[in-house]
Structure formats: structure tokens, C-alpha cells
């Protein structure tokens, strides 16, 4: 993408976005996965979805790995 003739990368969770996935977050020494579709994001943050109607922002320092949810194709059929 080219913004005033400079590149700017797209981010790193751009491709997620809609999709099933476990974002692996560490909050202090713990490591937890979450289960849940990324809605979009902001600068610091993303904006996740968890169950129907939980939505909570994430800070991206937080998220250590993003993974496509393999059980969401199986539990949705």
C-alpha cells in the first residue's frame, strides 16, 4: 500500500479480520488461548469477539501468536 509515495506495511492482523481464530495473549506469566473472530483494530489495540456478543479490545503487545481455529469449521457444521 503507498500512501503520499511512501509504503506503509499492512498489518499484521489485517488478514485475520472476520475470521475464526485462538489468539495466544500472555498476561503476566500466564499464557492463555482465546477463541473468538477479530473485528478490526486500532493503533494499540484489537478488537475481538468472544461467543455471540463479547467483545473486548486486546492490546497487541499482549498477543503473542494468531492461529487459524480449526475446531470453529467443525462445531459450525
Known amino acids: 500500500m503507498k500512501l503520499s509515495g511512501v509504503d506503509i506495511m ?3 492482523y489485517a488478514s485475520w479480520v472476520g475470521q475464526a481464530v ?3 495473549v500472555a ?3 500466564l499464557r492463555v ?3 473468538g473472530i477479530i473485528l ?3 493503533e494499540g489495540t484489537v478488537r475481538f469477539r ?3 456478543t463479547w467483545d473486548i479490545d486486546i492490546y497487541k503487545p499482549m498477543i503473542l501468536a ?3 481455529d480449526n475446531w470453529a469449521s467443525i462445531v459450525m457444521n
Open 50 to 52: 468472544i461467543g455471540e
Open 22 to 24: 485462538v489468539l495466544q
Open 10 to 12: 499492512p498489518s499484521a
Open 66 to 68: 494468531v492461529e487459524q
Open 27 to 29: 498476561a503476566g506469566d
Open 40 to 42: 478490526g483494530e486500532s
Open 33 to 35: 488461548p482465546l477463541r
